[in-house]
């Protein structure tokens, strides 16, 4: 097959479960959608022509809630991989930021302090590295879909866009949003930035 002249990544993050309603961080544990989080994953349903995705290949994060997303957004995931799981809380998964600042660290982000216990900051960028390396080797032949999780994402778009994976804070991707990538030459660009059901999301976050 010959190479393509415009590379596509579609990150989709998984739709709303009872953890991310509450703010509660959710890395290893495995966590159903909840209503709402099915319906806006059916409504990503088309999301790929909707963007000009060609016959993409499909990589999940094995997560129940990702690979649920990818079902009901009419997605035939191709690869399951633990690459594009979710960064490991460690002792803080469950908890809210708002306990973490109240109860163990009151100057503590995820992006600059990583998880006792869990990934550092080094270990996430080491990790997310290797799924762009996969992502890449799937490029030059098809464009690429990644169903996975909210700091995995944003993690991956700076590291794909060779930013420091810091940068993530000043992302927002809502659940069942999802982040358009393209590279054309030796060009990349985040593209397009969506929220559930098609509504634009603002590009930063606190």
């Not at 509450?22 to 963007?51: C, F, N, S, W, Y």
């Not at 633990?82 to 803080?92: H, I, K, N, S, V």
């Not at 879909?145 to 991956?156: D, P, T």
């Not at 000043?170 to 990538?181: E, F, T």
């Given at each position: 097959?010959?190479?393509?002249?415009?590379?596509?990544?579609?990150?989709?993050?998984?739709?709303?479960?009872?953890?991310?309603?509450?703010?509660?961080?959710?890395?290893?544990?495995?966590?159903?959608?909840?209503?709402?989080?099915?319906?806006?994953?059916?409504?990503?349903?088309?999301?790929?022509?909707?963007?000009?995705?060609?016959?993409?290949?499909?990589?999940?994060?094995?997560?129940?809630?990702?690979?649920?997303?990818?079902?009901?957004?009419?997605?035939?995931?191709?690869?399951?991989?633990?690459?594009?799981?979710?960064?490991?809380?460690?002792?803080?998964?469950?908890?809210?930021?708002?306990?973490?600042?109240?109860?163990?660290?009151?100057?503590?982000?995820?992006?600059?302090?990583?998880?006792?216990?869990?990934?550092?900051?080094?270990?996430?960028?080491?990790?997310?590295?290797?799924?762009?390396?996969?992502?890449?080797?799937?490029?030059?032949t098809s464009d690429v879909?990644?169903?996975?999780?909210?700091?995995?994402?944003?993690?991956?778009i700076c590291r794909y866009?060779?930013?420091?994976?810091?940068?993530?804070?000043?992302?927002?991707?809502?659940?069942?949003?999802?982040?358009?990538?393209?590279?054309?030459?030796?060009?990349?660009?985040?593209?397009?930035?969506?929220?559930?059901?098609?509504?634009?999301?603002?590009?930063?976050?606190?």
């Open positions: 097959m010959a190479a393509r002249e415009h590379h596509r990544v579609l990150l989709i993050r998984h739709g709303q479960t009872e953890w991310s309603l509450t703010d509660r961080h959710t890395g290893r544990t495995d966590i159903a959608l909840t209503p709402k989080g099915e319906q806006d994953a059916t409504e990503l349903q088309g999301v790929t022509e909707r963007l000009g995705l060609r016959d993409p290949f499909v990589l999940a994060s094995p997560r129940t809630r990702a690979l649920r997303t990818a079902e009901l957004a009419g997605l035939h995931v191709d690869a399951v991989d633990e690459l594009f799981a979710e960064w490991d809380y460690g002792d803080y998964e469950g908890l809210t930021r708002a306990q973490i600042h109240a109860d163990h660290d009151p100057g503590w982000a995820i992006w600059t302090s990583g998880a006792p216990h869990g990934e550092s900051v080094q270990d996430m960028t080491e990790r997310v590295d290797k799924a762009v390396d996969r992502v890449e080797e799937r490029c030059p879909v990644i169903v996975s999780h909210g700091h995995f994402s944003r993690s991956f866009l060779g930013w420091p994976i810091a940068n993530g804070a000043d992302i927002d991707l809502r659940p069942a949003g999802a982040a358009l990538l393209i590279e054309v030459g030796d060009d990349r660009r985040l593209a397009s930035l969506l929220g559930p059901e098609g509504a634009a999301a603002s590009r930063f976050a606190v």
